[in-house]
């Protein structure tokens, strides 16, 4: 199956920036949209973003408009997600994944294969 990798996690302060990166590679198959999610300690799996891999359209988590960014580089197969602004709030193990729905939103069911995840960790 496609394989997602996700890198660009650490700790920073808060109101400092990190921008997260999912390559993926492998089977080739087809993909409408790659999300974000994220999941803190004792936490259920809550949504970040997500992109319409052709078009580009995007959704966010009202707890991230206006500082965070997705995008997409479709020649290299890569997602991003530029975090700036963060907060305490923000630490998190920050999950990539891709759907073929073109609009899957903040559903997990809707998306059919994750990454391993990175930590963020955001101090105040």
């Known amino acids: 199956q496609v394989q997602l990798v996700e890198s660009g996690g650490g700790l920073v302060q808060a109101g400092g920036s990190l921008r997260l990166s999912c390559a993926a590679s492998?089977?080739?198959?087809?993909?409408?949209?790659m999300g974000w999610f994220r999941q803190a300690p004792g936490k259920e799996r809550e949504f970040v973003s997500a992109i319409n891999w052709i078009g580009g359209s995007t959704d966010y988590a009202d707890s991230v408009k206006g500082r965070f960014t997705i995008s997409r580089d479709t020649a290299r197969n890569t997602l991003y997600l530029q975090m700036n602004s963060l907060k305490p709030e923000d630490t998190a193990v920050y999950y990539c994944?891709?759907?073929?729905?073109?609009?899957?939103?903040?559903?997990?069911?809707?998306?059919?294969?994750w990454g391993q995840g990175t930590q963020v960790t955001v101090s105040s």
């Open positions: 492998g089977r080739t198959f087809i993909r409408y949209a």
């Open positions: 994944a891709a759907s073929r729905s073109p609009r899957p939103g903040a559903v997990p069911e809707h998306y059919d294969s």
